[in-house]
């Protein structure tokens, strides 16, 4: 075939595509274990979401009718069928809240209570898929087709298709709590997404949130300081402050209170980075 004819097709390829997506709808991918999964109590004030906030839709919910793939408005649960309030719900609405109107807000949530971060790892994650041998976590497991990573990835990359990722939002360490390999392993996770879905590090920062803090008797709060190494490895790599954001009493998830104003102060850092003021009760936050 003629050079000039395949560039031809080549070209009006990538202007399909390229018309498709919509730069106005910005992306993030959260990703985790059981805090970013969601534990808080779902109330009343959590039901009403912008509609320019959305999620796509990780599983099917047939229950209320939610089909993989799909965006939906931001209605929690937003990471699996029965999860609770999360991280990412108020992140989403704070962005909404202090973003132009035009700009639309969107959601990929893969994250699997009790996790090592290395199930996130395409290349190991099978050493790591049975962290807990109980059903809860086998079938957690099961649910994103045995490969979290990779399951992940599919959905981001028809997400895609639809908007821009602007960013990546990481709840874990937990499970890794004194591990000080673990910002190299999170590296490899936030490496392997930047090169899979052909992202730039500049422009895509990654976003990682503080465990339980010491200030609220948090178990696992000593992994703040491996937490706090994180930028160490990751040059665009920002650690969200879990101080004063209240917990359960296992003193390992955060409540309901706990998750809104984390899921804030995930928002007011991007916001920062991308070059956007937020009101002065998310100021208030910093």
Known sequence: MN?????FLISIILSAYMSAQNPNLHI??????SNME?????????????QRFKVYQALDCPEVNYKKGTWRTAVPPLCQCHSGLSPADYFGRT?????????????????????DIRIFDKEIYQQYDSTYAEDWFVDKVKGYKGNPYKYLLELAKEAQKDGVIKGILLHQGETNTGDTNWPQYVNRVYTNLIEDLQLDTNSVPLLAGEVVHADQNGLCASMNEIIAQLPETISNAHVISSSECTAQEDNVHFNSAGYRLLGERYAYKMLELLGYTADERIQDMK
């Open 3 to 7: 050079t000039r004819i395949i560039l």
């Open 28 to 33: 993030y991918l959260c990703f985790g274990q």
């Open 38 to 50: 969601g534990q808080g109590a779902i109330e009343d004030q959590d039901l009403n979401p912008n």
């Open 95 to 115: 962005m909404i809240e202090n973003l132009p109107d035009s700009i639309e807000v969107g959601i990929v949530h893969v994250a699997i209570g009790g996790c």
